[in-house]
């Protein structure tokens, strides 16, 4: 089995060449256990508030019951979760999931056109979203299929008069909270009220069913559903489990949670995981700000925390974080983009802990290689493909590729999604017929089975730890009066991996690289908007007339006339 599968040498002990998917029926069936064996330890801890695995039990059947009983949805029914890490995710996550729904993860940083796009396209009929982006459904509400929306503060689940307190200041002191009109809008807790009249129906769930449609970006810039069945999310939790199981100790774990959960990262590797563990979620809802993210980590005795490079190397250069007490903690894991060697090497000797980075994507829910949690030092690998994944390496034809030489990354497993949602020939694209996914990304494997990529095939850029398709943002920005044409770019930054530059064409001679980012902040997501603009007078070619990115990438270090962003 090891000669064409030779990761299966360099296992850790005790974790298995293969999972049994149908040992569970279901993500309710799983999450049921844990909240039965757990019952009176921690769940997840947010602004001081601690809900148990009861409580978060009861709160979540609540929910499932007022989705079925007052709002009427049927099983497969698409609900969106629009929530920062906040008490009352988990709540709703679990709820909707139990239901027999289908949730659908949305980035809460969502322009009115982004958010439009992922309503209509899920067919989404309910939305659970914070006060603090509540206006931008309300801009987009008449345009979707959304029949109800249910609102929630940040403080809703703190308890009284904390919780009072907190919606206050952030309404009417910070003025965070924007005006907006929604008729017939629910409240969280009132919704919660009316559920506990009622009882959760038992739903009949199957493994084909699917349990989150989750939103991705694509070679062709529009933003697409992976649908992520129960049978997927099954296989990556009992994948990721049996991983972590050779380092983590049931009952006990306690996990940082500052990458939002609506990011596929957090949602599998944070909650799923470390609740089928009986761990404490630890939610960070303003990463950003690191002086308070490294207050909350010294007022807390942590065993593990994931992230990407920019928020690992952002708490190294946080004042007070190299004096906090690291001696508890087991795991520190990395993914969503490339670990850089010397945030690696300064986590380690700061921390006492390796810096472990994994690889997925969201099409793999998201888990597909790790490397061990004993690993002594960084070793600039994505790691071993995880129990029951096969991954190989793949030529422009399709042939597999010997060990040491560069192709094309493919993954085989039972967390590999169902496809694209209503896109069958984008599915094609990306699943061969045999199950074998392409993920674009160019690899190489050694002969001990570790796996390290080595560039990108897609254009895709990654801005910490979130895809931006430059289609896309040629898309918004060549929609703009006064540009001929437009090429979007990666380029190295340090802060965030990546960042975006657009290379325009003018039509317009007074046109500035100012307006065009004024523009830009007003149709995409912080992350999306170019950090730099150059002007030329045009684009790099090939001979059908199609743009050359890379070549615009090669020389983007050398190029003279750059904006940097305010």
Known sequence: MSADRPWLQSYPKGVPATIDVNQYTSIPAILQGALDRFADRPAFENLGKVLTYREIDTLSASFGAYLIHDLKLKKGDRVAIMLPNVLQYPIALFGALRAGLTVVNTNPMYTARELKHQLVDSGASAILVLD?????????????????VITTGIGDMLGFPKGAIVNFMLRHVKKVVPDYRIAHAVRFRDALARGAKNTLPPVDIRHEDIAFLQYTGGTTGVAKGAMLTHANLIANMQQAGAWLGTGLALGEESIITALPLYHIFALTANCLVFVNIGGLNHLITNPRDMPGFVKALSERRFTAITGVNT????????????????SPLKMSLGGGMAVQRAVAERWKKVTGSTLVEAYGLTETSPAACMNPLDLAEYNGSIGLPI???????????????P?????????????????YWQRPEETAKVITADGWLHTGDMAKMDASGFFYIVDRKKDMILVSGFNVYPNEIEDVVAQMPGILEVAAVGVPDDKSGEAVKIVVVKKDPSLTAEAIKAYCRQELTGYKQPRYVEFR????????????RRELRDSATAAKVETAAH
Do not use: H, W
């Not at 007078?537 to 050359?548: A, D, Q, R, T």
């Open 132 to 148: 603090n982006f509540a206006k931008v459904v309300s801009d987009v509400l008449p345009d979707t299929p959304v029949r109800y």
């Open 311 to 326: 928020l690992f190397n952002g708490l190294l250069n946080t004042p007070g974080f190299d004096k906090l007490d690291f």
């Open 387 to 401: 129990s029951s994944t096969e991954c190989c390496v793949m030529d422009e034809e399709f042939r597999q590729l």
């Open 537 to 548: 007078s045009e684009l790099p070619k090939s001979n059908v007339g199609k743009i050359l």
């Open 403 to 419: 060990q040491g030489e560069v192709g094309e990354l493919c993954v085989r497993g039972p967390q590999v999604m169902a496809g």
